[in-house]
């Protein structure tokens, strides 16, 4: 059974910075392009940002609204991944969800998600 | 940027009964290579993460129940449920996963009437 497991949420200022991680299980994680997600509260998803596999040299890709301040790395070895988040703002405050990318790029597994808030 | 856009905005539906829900994105998102349409269906339910139902416009997921049904290609896509359970009340979302950003459509709320 896939399992995604987000850890490291929580209340940060506004420009500080967070790191989230998420470790994987249950299927072959060195496989798979992985994802970052997320949904303020109330409100629908927003792809945040995407990280490839080896034989694609673990190019990323991220939205414009979190460009040059989020970085995403996977450790294989660990079947782990990680989105490192920094000048957040207020409006950055959301559930990030780790998601599996399947095949030609449809997202089939979803963690439950981490709650970060940005506030002063 | 590929902008995807939801009709309507929610919808409340008998038991049993038909509901309906349209998808439309900026550009095509039709694979002209694989005759694919890279657009994908999504339900969430309160306090849950989203959930895969429908992947290559019509591809039903493994265990999705058969009243849910996708169709459309090109720009406009939509999905259908044949008859609704309570169960099945939940926001739905579109998705192009043509090209980053693999943006959402701001969903539709579906209710019981």
């Known amino acids: 059974e896939v399992q995604l497991v987000e850890s490291g949420g929580g209340l940060v200022q506004p420009g500080g910075s967070l790191r989230l991680s998420c470790a994987a299980s249950?299927?072959?994680?060195?496989?798979?392009?992985m994802d970052w997600v997320r949904q303020a509260p109330g409100k629908g998803l927003e792809w945040v940002g995407r990280i490839r596999d080896k034989a694609n040299s673990y190019t990323t890709d991220f939205a414009a609204s979190v460009k040059g301040r989020f970085t995403i790395s996977r450790d294989d070895s660990r079947n782990s991944l990680s989105l490192q988040m920094n000048s957040l703002k207020t409006e950055d405050t959301a559930v990030y969800y780790c998601?599996?990318?399947?095949?030609?790029?449809?997202?089939?597994?979803w963690g439950q998600g981490i709650l970060v808030t940005v506030s002063s | 940027d590929i902008v995807v856009t939801q009709s309507p905005d929610s919808l409340a539906v008998s038991l049993g009964e038909r509901a309906t829900i349209n998808c439309k994105s900026s550009?095509?998102?039709?694979?002209?290579?694989?005759?694919?349409?890279?657009a994908a269906w999504y339900q969430q339910k309160p306090g849950q993460p989203p959930k895969l139902l429908i992947s290559?416009?019509?591809t039903r997921e493994s265990g999705v129940p058969d009243r849910f049904s996708g169709s459309g290609s090109g720009t406009d896509f939509t999905l259908t449920i044949s008859s609704l359970q309570a169960e099945d009340v939940a926001v739905y979302y579109c998705q192009q996963y043509y090209s980053p950003p693999h943006t959402f459509g701001p969903g539709t709320k579906v209710d019981i009437k």
């Open positions: 998601v599996r990318v399947f095949s030609g790029g449809y997202f089939d597994s």
């Open positions: 290559w416009a019509s």
């Open positions: 249950g299927f072959t994680f060195s496989d798979h392009y």
């Open positions: 550009q095509s998102v039709l694979y002209s290579s694989n005759n694919k349409n890279y």
